[in-house]
């Protein structure tokens, strides 16, 4: 898989030309490589994209794009330069945050949404452990941030924290998270919130949704997959934390397929 030729974002291609690609958008901190099992597994028989979104890997931060509405909003203007008309949109985290902002505001670009624990679907978020992990500098102190975002008895891959410590050398890479967390925070005193969807918004939605959790996420938690809109279909897994990509691999593979379908 090449690098996409792209002035704005640095994305990762891979499979057929012809059909709606799936387009993946990965979470804070990580880049698109973290998508690389589950986009070579479905390149087989779709054409599929995997953003570096602003800020993260190849794709640089660029004026006022700390927030996930500008995010959005570039992700939206490639895709439609690139000349698609439907895509299946899978998002992790912040990047299924992204994934829905894009669904609300352009409904009809979407042919289905598959979410894994995504960010905005509630007000709680683990603000302490996104600053660490947004600041850690050394390979310790990455797998020490990583290791409260997977299930207990999951292993963090040695070469997720080696990207990871590669790509916090480059200049300005954690200043940017930071500004990137900040802009995802709600202050109210002394405690943090993220800023979330409503449920009436989210109830509009007109494409087929799967929303995937793990019942030991530490960053975002499990109820707030507990109150979507009818319509949504959620998978709630035992023994996983917030790294479904990772963790839960296979299942990943299948309901994207299974969410195409319905589409």
Do not use: C
């Not at 008309?85 to 352009?106: C, N, P």
């Not at 020490?144 to 040695?158: D, Q, R, T």
């Not at 109830?203 to 530490?218: C, E, N, Y």
């Amino acid at each position: 898989m090449e690098p996409a030729a792209d002035l704005q974002l640095n994305a990762i291609e891979d499979g057929r030309r012809d059909g709606a690609p799936l387009v993946f958008l990965h979470g804070f901190g990580a880049s698109a490589g973290v998508w690389s099992d589950i986009q070579r597994s479905l390149a087989g028989n779709n054409a599929t994209i995997a953003y570096d979104l602003p800020g993260h890997g190849g794709s640089a931060l660029g004026a006022n794009l700390a927030r996930t509405g500008k995010m959005a909003g570039a992700i939206t203007a490639d895709i439609t330069r690139r000349g698609f008309d439907k895509v299946h949109l899978v998002g992790h985290s912040m990047g299924g945050a992204v994934a829905t902002l894009i669904a609300l505001r352009t409904p009809h670009l979407i042919a289905s949404m598959t979410l894994l624990a995504p960010g905005g679907y509630g007000p709680e978020i683990n603000h302490r452990l996104l600053r660490r992990y947004a600041s850690a500098k050394t390979p310790a102190e990455i797998l020490a941030a990583l290791e409260n975002m997977f299930g207990w008895n999951s292993k963090v891959p040695e070469n997720l924290v080696d990207d990871l410590f590669a790509r916090r050398g480059a200049p300005g890479a954690i200043d940017g998270l930071n500004s990137i967390l900040d802009s995802m925070l709600r202050r109210e005193g002394d405690d943090f919130y993220q800023g979330m969807f409503s449920r009436s918004e989210l109830a509009t939605l007109p494409m087929p949704v799967k929303v995937l959790w793990g019942t030991q996420d530490r960053v975002l938690p499990t109820r707030q997959a507990h109150r979507l809109p009818p319509m949504f279909a959620a998978h709630v897994f035992e023994n996983t934390g917030h790294m479904l990509i990772e963790e839960r691999t296979d299942a990943v593979i299948r309901l994207i397929e299974q969410n195409m379908r319905a589409a």
